[in-house]
């Protein structure tokens, strides 16, 4: 904002009368005119009396300059209050820029799921795509997920969403578990129970007990993923808690097909579970309940105990849940490994299902 006032006595002290300086260069008296309502600024030079009158210098007047007077205290303080709020506004700009929204959801005493754009970044700017920098980052937000059931026992993984502990994963993970057990990155563990699941997008939502102040990843926007970006991936491959692998975005939209049998889901020990890819089984059968979604192909490594784990973007964003791998053995997980071919459950899909699963789950 702009503003232009005079302050009051600001010509005062220099000329108690407005025309002062006129009169004193007046060399005959003249008719007074009329007083301009619209007063001229001082001049730079205060007209002093003529020096050395009768010394010889022809009586002269010399022109000294007037020394700036300091701005009013008031005319600082009209401004301070601007800056401060501009200065405020700032700061507060750069917090949230610089991917700090968890910090704030905390401040604020919130348990929300903390949400951005894939152009916020979760770590440092200049360290954006740096693998280092994305696992201190993340890793912490990822956790290990041991379900029992009568079949036995499934290793997976999980993304901490809320730091009250809510945490989603896949719901083949989870699926007829009488007991769940989650161990953070600081090796602690906690029971959890099951909230929701959506066996139609393989989903499931935990929560644990009695836990508070838990890192909640950011969920990224997968609309804006192409294929080429830099991703890392972060799971408990064969119980192998907070590995971390890398790659790239090798495809969008694959139709990928999982069972939604429970049988089948829980049917292999070490996590491995049955998927469908372009008319082909991997590891076991799928059965004769399955359901299809949309996966982002990647070649970050995943091995059986990456399901549920982080799909991470450059810029430390959660935008897949990974789901299923291609593995050459159809047979049993034991012979299972990764060879480039894994797939992620969209971020977007995710969140768009989170009411359905907090509500107790898709009914099958």
């Known amino acids: 904002m702009t503003e232009s006032f005079r302050r009051e006595g600001e010509y005062d002290s220099a000329y108690p009368h407005p025309h002062q300086g006129a009169q ?39 022109l000294t300059p007037v020394a700036a007077e300091p701005a009013p205290r008031a005319r600082r303080q009209r401004t301070r209050g601007p800056l401060g709020l501009l200065a ?24 929300e799921v903390v949400s951005s754009s894939t152009t916020t970044s979760v770590v440092p700017t200049a360290k954006t795509g740096s693998v ?38 896949n719901n083949h993970v989870v699926a007829g578990a009488s007991s769940v057990k989650v161990r953070t990155s600081t090796g ?6 099951v909230v929701g699941t959506d066996s139609k997008k393989d989903l499931a939502l935990i929560k644990v007990q009695g836990a508070s102040g838990l890192k909640a990843a950011t969920l990224g926007n997968s609309a804006g993923v192409r294929v080429g970006d830099t991703v890392v991936a972060i799971g408990s491959p064969e119980g192998l808690s907070g590995t971390v692998t890398s790659g790239i975005v090798s495809a969008l939209d694959r139709d990928v097909t999982v069972s939604t049998d429970e049988g089948q889901q829980q049917q292999q020990q070490g996590g491995g579970w049955p998927f469908e890819f372009g008319g082909r089984q991997f590891n076991g059968d799928t059965g004769s309940s399955t359901t299809t979604y949309k996966a982002i192909q990647t070649d970050a ?8 784990g982080a799909l991470i973007d450059a810029g430390g964003n959660i935008i897949g849940i ?3 791998m ?12 990764s060879i480039g071919l894994g797939f992620a459950i969209p971020i977007n899909t995710v969140k768009s299902d989170l009411a359905t699963l907090r509500a107790g789950g898709a009914d099958d």
């Open 326 to 337: 291609y593995s050459a053995s159809s047979s049993s997980s034991s012979d299972a490994g």
């Open 301 to 308: 490594s995943l091995n059986p105990g990456n399901s549920g």
């Open 322 to 324: 990974n789901s299923a």
């Open 132 to 169: 280092a920098a994305i696992a201190a980052a993340v890793s912490p937000s990822v956790v290990e997920v041991q379900a029992t059931s009568n079949s036995g026992q499934s290793t997976g993984s999980g993304v901490i969403i809320t730091s009250g502990g809510e945490i989603v994963t």
């Open 88 to 111: 405020a506004v700032a700061i507060v700009a750069a917090a949230i820029g610089g991917g700090t929204a968890y910090g704030i959801q905390e401040l604020t005493g919130k348990n």
């Open 24 to 62: 004193q260069h007046a060399s005959t008296p003249a008719t007074p005119s009329p007083v301009n309502p619209e007063w001229p600024p001082p001049p730079a030079y205060r007209p002093l009396t003529a020096q050395g009158a009768g010394d010889g210098d022809g009586g002269t007047a010399l």
């Open 188 to 193: 602690k563990t906690y029971t959890a129970q």
